[in-house]
């Protein structure tokens, strides 16, 4: 399958279809506020971070994914990895999977470290992390979902 991979626009969250399992995700991370899809899409922005949307050749919203810029301790570079999918994401899976490693590290590279908190139902994105080389640190529950803290150190923080 061939593929185009794009900055991010906010209004790509509207234009996508997400699948379930993300749209579990959500709801469990906003803990009952804005519980409906649509609701969920029109809340996301963009902040500062590299974010992508990967879309198909007839222009369908496949993914979108990216590291955001999160606050730290002084001369500490964090960033919170994200990727949502739509039911089209398993189609691209292998094509994309390919080159992943190396949209990550140029997403990546201006970090000391990246994590998020990844829900445990959502397989595609706990094997996509797996894929990625993070470590699994913490099953930890958030709005009683289980969910799993996951990390990647991208530079040397002996200095932090």
Not at 36 to 49: C, H
Not at 102 to 107: G, K, V
Request: glycine share 8%; hydrophobic share 40%; proline share 4%.
């Amino acid at each position: 399958m061939l593929y185009s991979v794009r900055k991010a626009e906010d209004t790509d969250f509207q234009e996508m279809d997400l699948r379930p399992a993300d749209l579990l995700e959500l709801q469990a991370t906003r803990g009952g506020i804005g519980q409906s899809p649509e609701d969920l899409k029109a809340s996301l922005r963009l902040p500062e971070g590299s974010h992508y949307t990967v879309r198909d050749e007839a222009g369908t919203i496949l993914l979108m994914y990216g590291v955001t810029t999160v606050v730290s301790p002084p001369g500490l570079r964090t960033g919170l990895i994200w990727m949502m999918g739509t039911p089209f994401l398993e189609n691209c899976s292998m094509a994309f999977l390919r080159r992943c490693k190396d949209y990550f590290q140029s997403i990546a590279s201006g970090y000391d470290i990246v994590y998020n908190y990844v829900d445990a139902r959502n397989m595609i994105h706990l094997n996509w992390l797996k894929w990625l080389g993070f470590s699994f640190l913490k099953e930890t529950h958030i709005s009683s979902t289980r969910f799993y803290l996951v990390a990647k150190l991208m530079g040397d923080i002996s200095n932090v």
